[in-house]
C-alpha cells in the first residue's frame, strides 16, 4: 500500500504549487469524510449544543478589538433542532431495538 508523501509545508518556499495544491485537495477530503462519520456521533451533536449555548458569539468593532454577545437560549436551541431531535432520537430507537431483541428471547 502506498502512502503519500507531501513536502515540508513549515518551511516557507519549501512546497511546490503543485504540491500544496495535492496536499489541499486531500486535507478537504479528509475533513469531508470525518463530518460525515460525526453525523453518526452522539457526542458530536451534544458538542455542537453546548458549545452554541455556553459560548460567545464574536462579533468585529473599532480597533481590532471584539465584542462578545451571548445569544438567547431560544434561539440556540431553535439553530440547533436538527442536534436536539438526534440527541432524542438515536436512544429511542435503541430502547425499542433492545426491547424487542429482549422480547424475542423471552418467547424462546
Known sequence: ??????????????ARPQELEEYLNYMRKVSEISSTIQ???????????????????????????RERTI??????????????????V???VFLVVSYMVFTRRQEK
Open 1 to 14: 500500500m502506498s502512502r503519500r508523501q507531501f513536502g515540508n509545508f513549515t518551511t516557507p518556499g519549501s
Open 39 to 65: 453525523v453518526f456521533s452522539i457526542n458530536y451533536h451534544y458538542t455542537q449544543i453546548t458549545n452554541s449555548l455556553f459560548s460567545f458569539a464574536i462579533g468585529p468593532i473599532e480597533f481590532g478589538q
Open 71 to 88: 445569544a438567547s437560549i431560544p434561539t440556540v436551541l431553535s439553530t440547533r433542532l436538527i442536534d436536539i431531535i438526534v440527541l432524542i
Open 90 to 92: 438515536f436512544p429511542i
